[in-house]
């Protein structure tokens, strides 16, 4: 039953497994930024904060993406990290949007909104993108009766 329900939801599984470590790693690199930079006080800060980890968010979440839950069998590597680097590109600006409103404009605190609001959105809308748009599986041609 267990390997049941493993088979027909992998995809999603694998997804959030490896979103997991990439978040952790991204949290990780924020953390080390915020030690150097006051976020709460520069909005420049925290784009950059947000900056270092989306990046190394990308530099992880590219291959365990193409490797692991999608079975990218894309020979056109260069172009497929090109597309998935600047749909991420688009969700790093909603990141940062919203870390910006949420802890510069509104003075919550950092990590609720980096836990609870960005990274919810984030996930999502990464999830979204990556399974419709840089990892859609190719229609198989479909032989005439």
Sequence with gaps: MLKQFFAKHREIIVYLTTGLMSTLF??????????????????????????????A??????PANRIFVFR????????????FASCRLSVWALDVCVMGITVNQLHWNKWISKICISTTLVTITNY????????????EPQEAI
């Design 72 to 83: 990218s069998q894309n020979p056109e590597i260069v172009k497929e990290f090109l597309e």
């Design 128 to 139: 979204i993108i990556c399974k419709y748009i840089i990892f859609k599986k190719q229609e």
């Design 26 to 55: 991204s949290w990780f690199v924020f953390w080390v930024g915020t030690l150097f930079l006051d976020i709460e006080e520069s909005w420049l800060q925290n784009a950059l904060c947000n900056t270092m980890a989306w990046v």
């Design 57 to 62: 968010s990308l530099c992880f979440g590219y």
